[in-house]
Structure formats: C-alpha cells, structure tokens
C-alpha cells in the first residue's frame, strides 16, 4: 500500500520561509517522479513543482521560480519543498504526488498525500 504523508505546514508570515516534507513509503521511492501541487480556497488545484527519479531534473510553476525549490532524499524516501519569500497568494493545502513521470499535469501522478496548509499572513 503506497502512503504519502506530508508534514511541515503552518502559519507564517509574508517573507517567511517553510520547508514541507514528503514521506513515501510502500513502493520503491526512487523510481518514481515527485511532485508538489496546492488548492487554495475556491480554486482548482495547481501544478507548483516536480523532480524526476533521481533528483536532477526540477521545474517549477512561474509563480514559485526562484523562491521554491524542491528536492529529494532517496535514501530517506523523502520528499521536500524549500519555500522562501512566501507571499498571501501561497496560502493554500499542499499535496505531494508521486507518478511515472515528473509533469506539471496532475494525471500523470497514481498516488497522493492528503495535504499540509499553509497559510501565510500579512
């Protein structure tokens, strides 16, 4: 059974920084692509960032380049997304995905977490 849990989410201020964490477990964490995607309140849920198996190859979302950057630890089976210069319009539940393929297209990922809020205040 593959579980996905994230964890490091919370309230922080504008210009703040938060690092959320990804933990896989049930499948073979480094043959498979990762990705972050948020849903703020009333919105559609959106693509942020994706890594390929081994963690050289990211892209990002226009809105988050050069403030988020995601990573991975296989060893660990550990996911993360580094979130600096937060802003209000990042506020929102952010999932990990994991997939076959690193996409900015949620269909491509099979399994997902159940979301970490963060929430950021001015």
């Known amino acids: 059974q593959v579980q996905l849990v994230e964890s490091g989410g919370g309230l922080v201020l504008a210009g703040g920084s938060l690092r959320l964490s990804c933990a896989a477990s049930?499948?073979?964490?480094?043959?498979?692509?990762m990705g972050w995607f948020r849903q703020a309140p009333r919105k559609e849920r959106e693509f942020v960032a994706a890594i390929n198996q081994s963690g050289g190859s990211a892209i990002y979302a226009d809105s988050v380049k050069g403030r988020f950057t995601i990573s991975r630890d296989n060893a660990k089976n550990t996911l993360y997304l580094q979130m600096n210069s937060l802003q209000p319009e990042d506020t929102a539940v952010y999932y990990c995905?994991?997939?076959?393929?690193?996409?900015?297209?949620?269909?491509?990922?099979?399994?997902w977490g159940q979301g970490t809020q963060v929430t950021v205040s001015s």
């Open positions: 995905a994991s997939g076959p393929q690193g996409s900015h297209l949620s269909a491509t990922y099979d399994y």
């Open positions: 049930g499948r073979t964490f480094m043959a498979y692509a």
